[in-house]
């Protein structure tokens, strides 16, 4: 089935002097949003722990032809992430546009899951949200600012063999609407996008590994597949925008309708 490609329907660069600062931003969703971004003007930084990934996603952002840089740091050292958000505005200016989308995952049941497993995606996740959000309201213009978290429908939506990743990312959820809550006088906008399957990242690869896998839970959505990365690229773009200027607070659901009460009883 085809897919609605983002590019074509944000024409302009909507984006065009602002600042982007993305935790993640080296693979998979978040480095589709970056890239989405950077296509749209926006000056980038890019978190995340691996070094070879960021100096390739950095090259690959660089080719549409703005400012680029990375920060080697774990999101779950507040430190380090304080430092790198600090390093950014020196680098860029106010912070327009923070995401945070550092994440980790691995299909478990609870009692196969060690206590610092658990630990491990609740750090990441939920932790690494708090720290990147607290560490950078000082950097955040305002007003003006959007921040942005990918959760997921786990948030709300129990899934076996998940116990560690519904935990953090409802966290992730509540998190974000005490923040709008209690940035919103100051005209920070706080919104997540939670996505359902989506294809070419590492979460589905795990989730979903084999064919039949795949198959199974793509009868599950509605509309019949997955989601493209730059599905959910658009979304963040939209959320980022002057055109969501009136939203915080949002819990923005991108999933084909899967979470949908009695879609897994739809006939193939």
């Not at 691995?106 to 939920?126: C, R």
């Not at 709008?180 to 690869?205: H, K, Y």
Request: hydrophobic share 45%; glycine share 10%.
């Amino acid at each position: 089935m085809a897919t609605t490609n983002s590019s074509s329907i944000f024409r302009d660069r909507i984006l065009a002097g602002r600042t982007a600062y993305i935790t993640g931003g080296s693979s998979g969703i978040c480095f589709g949003i970056a890239d989405l971004f950077a296509r749209h003007g926006a000056r980038i930084a890019i978190q995340g722990r691996n070094e070879e990934k960021l100096a390739t996603a950095a090259s690959r952002l660089r080719t549409h032809g703005g400012d680029v840089i990375t920060h080697s740091a774990d999101v779950r050292h507040y430190d380090a992430t304080a430092e790198a958000l600090a390093k950014t505005r020196a680098a860029f200016g106010d912070i327009d546009i923070l995401l945070c989308g550092a994440a980790g995952n691995f299909p478990a049941p609870v009692l196969g899951m060690s206590a610092n497993g658990f630990k491990a995606v609740v750090d990441i996740d939920l932790l690494g949200t708090f720290n990147t959000c607290r560490a950078a309201y000082e950097h955040l213009r305002k007003p003006g600012a959007s921040v942005i978290s990918i959760s997921a429908t786990h948030a709300f939506q129990p899934y076996a063999y998940q116990a560690h990743v519904c935990a953090a990312k409802s966290g992730v959820d509540m998190l974000s609407k005490v923040l709008a809550i209690e940035w919103g006088p100051s005209g920070i906008r706080v919104n997540v996008i939670s996505p359902g399957p989506v294809d070419d990242t590492e979460g589905m690869r795990r989730l979903a590994p084999t064919p039949e896998a795949r198959e199974r839970v793509t009868k599950g959505v509605p509309l019949r597949r997955f989601a493209a990365i730059e599905e959910i690229a658009g979304l963040a773009l939209f959320l980022a925008s002057d055109a969501a200027a009136y939203m915080t607070g949002a819990v923005c659901v991108i999933d084909g309708g899967a979470s949908l009460h009695g879609s897994r009883l739809l006939e193939a």
